[in-house]
């Protein structure tokens, strides 16, 4: 079976400080891979997204970056972070791109 | 434009008392229509894929119908741990991504 994971699992930073966070999933090959935000009481917000390794799709312009060294490997950056970059990071994965989505436990950011 | 609306965005049920969860769609080709639901603090829990009209889903307690404009979420006999949000999502021809709502928080009462 299939197992995302995401860490950390919450997080406090400065703003200005760098930001990586990671997502790794197991038991598939050539997933999609998808980073999302969800704001406090709010839906999800589409941030980018990965069809194979190195293949990255902006969504929102920002001041995060993904990449994804390895078929399994998915990572969400920043150089600098700001206070609005707060909010609920999810991971997530489909075999294709019409194909439902499952998500991983999501990571809290604080930002200070 | 595609758009995913839920409807109401919260409802408060008793235990046992059984009710529906709307979501309705304006996209240009339906691709599939997903049904989530999402605990406090948690990534959403895949529950449900819809693909055409008149297909229906069950699980436990839910099931998902999908009509060409809109789907819902039938709740029957609701008990507390039922209680999240129940987000809903679409893809379309012509965007190769989930489209999601704003959801419906669900609470339970004992």
């Known amino acids: 079976s299939q197992t995302i994971h995401q860490w950390p699992a919450t997080l406090v930073q400065p703003v200005g400080s760098p930001l990586s966070l990671e997502c790794t999933v197991e038991g598939t090959s050539n997933p999609n891979l998808y980073w999302y935000r969800q704001a406090a009481g709010r839906g999800l917000q589409l941030l980018f997204y990965s069809v194979g390794i190195g293949q990255i799709s902006s969504e929102v312009p920002q001041n995060l970056s993904a990449s994804r060294p390895q078929d399994r490997q998915f990572i969400l950056s920043s150089k600098k972070l700001l206070l609005s970059d707060s909010g609920f990071y999810l991971c997530?994965?489909?075999?294709?791109?019409?194909?439902?989505?499952?998500f991983g436990p999501g990571t809290r950011l604080t930002v200070l | 434009e595609d758009q995913v609306t839920q409807s109401p965005e919260a409802l408060r049920l008793q235990e046992g008392e059984s009710s529906s969860l709307n979501c309705s769609y304006t996209v240009s080709g339906l691709r599939g229509l997903f049904w989530y639901r999402q605990d406090p603090g948690k990534g959403p829990e895949f529950l449900f894929t819809?693909?055409?009209a008149g297909e229906e889903k069950e699980k436990e307690r839910l099931k998902a119908t999908l009509t060409k404009k809109e789907s819902f979420l039938h709740i029957t006999a609701p008990k507390p741990e039922d209680s999240a949000t129940y987000l809903c999502a679409v893809t379309s021809g012509g965007y190769n991504k989930l489209i999601f709502g704003a959801g419906t928080r669900l609470a339970v009462h004992p």
């Open positions: 819809l693909y055409s």
């Open positions: 997530a994965w489909s075999l294709r791109s019409y194909n439902e989505q499952f």
